[in-house]
Every structure is written in C-alpha cells, then in structure tokens.
C-alpha cells in the first residue's frame, strides 16, 4: 500500500517525541485522522482517512492521548 510509508513517518514521530507502545501510536494515529470518505458510495473502504501530522502531535503535546 502507498500508505505504508506515510504511517512509518507518522510512527517514527510519535517515537522520536515519546517511545511507547506499538498499539498506542496505532490509536492515535487512528484517533486523529481525518475521514475522506464521508458521502461517497465505497465509505469504509479506503482506510482509516488521511493522517493529520500536527492534531497528532498537539494530541500528543496535550496530553490526550499516552503512548504508554
């Protein structure tokens, strides 16, 4: 998938502001992606949405989401 090394970066930021744990920084990625495929006819079928690098990065300077 073309995704592939957009979530290793995504991944390789979180870790270089905070290790944690693998299914932690799957959540907030997850968490704060932004839906794309809202109103069309394949909703569901492309993916969790498009990451958005700086929610994820202030969730994490919030302190909303552990990655512990």
Not at 31 to 47: F, M, N, R
Not at 48 to 59: N, T
Request: aromatic letters at 2%.
């Amino acid at each position: 998938s073309m995704a592939t090394p957009f979530i290793a970066g995504a991944a390789a930021l979180l870790i270089a502001l905070e290790p944690g744990d693998p299914a932690a920084i799957q959540q907030v990625i997850e968490d704060t992606s932004v839906d794309i495929d809202e109103g069309i006819a394949y909703h569901g079928l492309i993916g969790k949405g498009r990451i958005d690098l700086l929610s994820m990065v202030l969730a994490r300077a919030a302190g909303t989401h552990s990655l512990h």
